[in-house]
Every structure is written in C-alpha cells, then in structure tokens.
C-alpha cells in the first residue's frame, strides 16, 4: 500500500415491481446534486443530504406514487445505503466514527454514526403532525432504518428540540450529513489503516 486511498464513488439500480431506482455517489464530491424522486420534500431532503455531508449525488427514482410513498422513499433509502456501503469499500483509511448536532431555529438534532459494519438504528425523533406537504411524516424513520441497514452503519438520530416539522425533519437529515461526512473522511494519522482491532469492519 502507498497510503494513498482510491476513488470512492459508486453506481446502484435497484428495479422491482414497485419502483425503479438509480443513483450515483462519490463520497468525496463537492456537495452537487441532481434529485428526482417525483417526491418534493423528499427532493429537498437529499439535496440538503449532499450538499452537507459533501456528496456528489445523482438519485432518479420511479415509484408507485399512485398508492402512496412509502415504497420509493424506503428504496431511495435501500439504494443510497448500498452505494455508501460500495464506495467505501473496505472502509481502510476512515475515521469511522461521527457525530454532528443540527439547529434549525427551534429544532435541533443530533446524529451519531458508527461505520461498524454491524447495522442498526436508534430513532428517537417525534413529529406533531402526520405530514408535510404531502409526504407522510413516518416515511422519515422508514427512511433512515433502510438507510443504515444497507449501509452497515450503527445510527442514532435523536431529536433535543422542536416542535416545526418541516424544521425538525431538515435538521435530521442535516445531522445525519454532517455525521456522515466526519465518520468517511479519510484519517491521515491512519493511513490505509482499518479502523478496528478485529481487522475488519464487517458483521
């Protein structure tokens, strides 16, 4: 090894009878993003995703939107995770851990990450209404569950503040960035180093 680390980018398609999804990431982008999921909110929240967590990011999405949203939102979620998971690789080289807290005027969320290979998410986010615009506030967990699972992240979204929906969801996916960017960044003192005593971040 010369302790230089390779590109980090990579392509996933997901297709079943429910929708079909694809979506490019490079890890260590500048923050661009091209979203269409056919879902407005859920547009705005990658793009917040990208552009905070510094991800390169493309996400074309085709659903049954006729029934409701639940599909393409958890898919979306499936696809993204599968792609950090790709792009990492063997996760060498990574500070793996990461933790940010969001405001957003009077909501504020915390996120803290564990590239531990082993998956799970602690949620701990309440939301005063059943929707914002037209996407049902509950597709947020959904969201985030498929998210860390396919990525094979430990994650904790808790939210300290808020009563705006609109804000506390934003601040989540905010966090969530943030956290996401400090646990991939590359660590210099570790070199092509695997962040683990085992050798291996895996299950």
């Given at each position: 090894?010369?302790?230089?680390?390779?590109?980090?980018?990579?392509?996933?398609a997901?297709?079943t009878?429910?929708?079909?999804?694809?979506?490019?990431?490079?890890?260590?982008?500048?923050?661009?993003?091209?979203?269409?999921?056919?879902?407005?909110?859920?547009?705005?929240m990658?793009?917040?995703?990208?552009?905070?967590?510094?991800l390169?990011?493309?996400?074309?999405?085709?659903?049954?939107?006729?029934?409701?949203?639940?599909?393409?939102?958890?898919?979306?979620?499936?696809?993204?995770?599968?792609?950090v998971?790709?792009?990492?690789?063997?996760?060498?080289?990574?500070?793996?851990?990461?933790?940010a807290?969001?405001?957003?005027?009077?909501?504020?969320v915390?996120?803290?990450?564990?590239?531990?290979?082993?998956p799970?998410?602690?949620?701990?986010?309440?939301?005063?209404?059943?929707k914002?615009?037209?996407?049902?506030?509950?597709?947020?967990?959904?969201?985030f569950?498929?998210?860390?699972?396919?990525?094979?992240?430990?994650?904790?979204v808790?939210?300290?503040?808020?009563?705006n929906?609109?804000?506390?969801?934003?601040?989540?996916?905010?966090?969530?960035a943030?956290?996401?960017?400090?646990?991939?960044?590359?660590?210099?003192?570790?070199?092509?180093?695997?962040?683990s005593?085992?050798?291996?971040?895996?299950?």
């Amino acid at each position: 090894m010369d302790g230089t680390l390779t590109p980090r980018r990579a392509e996933i398609a997901r297709a079943t009878s429910e929708t079909r999804i694809r979506a490019t990431l490079d890890l260590d982008g500048s923050g661009a993003s091209e979203i269409a999921t056919g879902i407005g909110f859920l547009d705005h929240m990658l793009t917040a995703l990208a552009r905070h967590g510094m991800l390169d990011l493309t996400v074309e999405a085709q659903g049954d939107l006729h029934i409701d949203f639940h599909h393409t939102t958890e898919d979306v979620g499936i696809v993204l995770g599968q792609a950090v998971r790709k792009a990492l690789g063997e996760k060498r080289g990574i500070r793996r851990y990461g933790h940010a807290v969001v405001p957003m005027d009077e909501a504020l969320v915390e996120a803290a990450i564990d590239i531990s290979g082993r998956p799970f998410l602690a949620w701990n986010v309440t939301f005063a209404r059943d929707k914002i615009g037209e996407m049902d506030t509950e597709l947020f967990e959904e969201f985030f569950r498929a998210f860390a699972t396919n990525a094979g992240i430990t994650l904790h979204v808790i939210q300290k503040a808020g009563s705006n929906a609109h804000h506390i969801a934003e601040a989540a996916f905010k966090a969530l960035a943030r956290a996401l960017r400090a646990a991939v960044e590359p660590d210099p003192r570790a070199g092509v180093a695997i962040p683990s005593t085992k050798g291996v971040l895996e299950a």
